[in-house]
C-alpha cells in the first residue's frame, strides 16, 4: 500500500477513535504513514515494521523497526523489489527484486522482545497476511482491530486470500466490518476486522 488517500486515512482514523486504539502497529509499513496519521489524532503509541531497506519513516514520532513479520522465528528469503511498497517473501520473478536474507519474527516474538501490547493492527505485507496473523496467536487475543492488505484472487502463487483470512479471524472473534476505511481494487484490496 503506498500511503493511502486522506478519505481512507479519516475513516480509519475515526474508527481507531470509535474504538478507543492506545498502540497500533503497522506491518509492512513502509513510511508509516498510516500509523503516524492516527497516532497525530488520537495520541495512541505507534510502531512501524518494515523489511524494505529503501524505506524510512515519515516522522521521528514513530516507532520504526526493520525486520520481517510472518509466522516463525528464522532466517527467510525476502525479495527486495526496484519499485518501493512491492518487497514481499512472496517473489514476484520480475526481474526487478534483489534477493536477501532477513531476520523475522513472529508478532507474538517481537512483541514480547519490544515491550509492546498491540489493540490495532495495519498490515500490508505483499501477499502474505496468513503468515502474520499465524505468528500472532497471543498478540491477537487483546486486538480489536485489524486492517489488512489482502488478495481477492490468487494474483501470484502463495498469496493469502480473504476466504482465508475471514475464516481464521471468525475462529477468533473478528468480523469483517464493511464501508470504508475498506476497500475492494480488483485482485485485492484492503479489509478491516473488528472483535465483536
Known sequence: MSRESDEIIAALVDLCKEI?????????????????????????????????????????????????????????????HEQMGLSSTIPRNDGLEQHVAMEQYRLDTFCELSGITPDALVIDTEGTTMDVLEGASGVLAGVRLIY?????????????L????DAFLAERGFVRREGLPAYD???????CWVRT
Open 20 to 80: 478507543g486504539v492506545r498502540c497500533l502497529v503497522q506491518i509492512g509499513a513502509e513510511d508509516g504513514w498510516e500509523a503516524y496519521c492516527v497516532h497525530e489524532a488520537i495520541g495512541c503509541r505507534a510502531v512501524c515494521i518494515e523489511g524494505d531497506p529503501k524505506c524510512c519513516r515519515c516522522s521521528p514520532r514513530l516507532e520504526y523497526h526493520r525486520c520481517l513479520i510472518g509466522a516463525t522465528d528464522c532466517v527467510t528469503d525476502f525479495y527486495v
Open 148 to 160: 489488512a492488505e489482502v488478495q481477492t484472487r490468487e494474483i501470484r502463487p502463495g498469496v493469502s
Open 162 to 165: 480473504l476466504p482465508e483470512v
Open 185 to 191: 481494487a480488483g485482485g485485492q484490496g484492503n479489509f
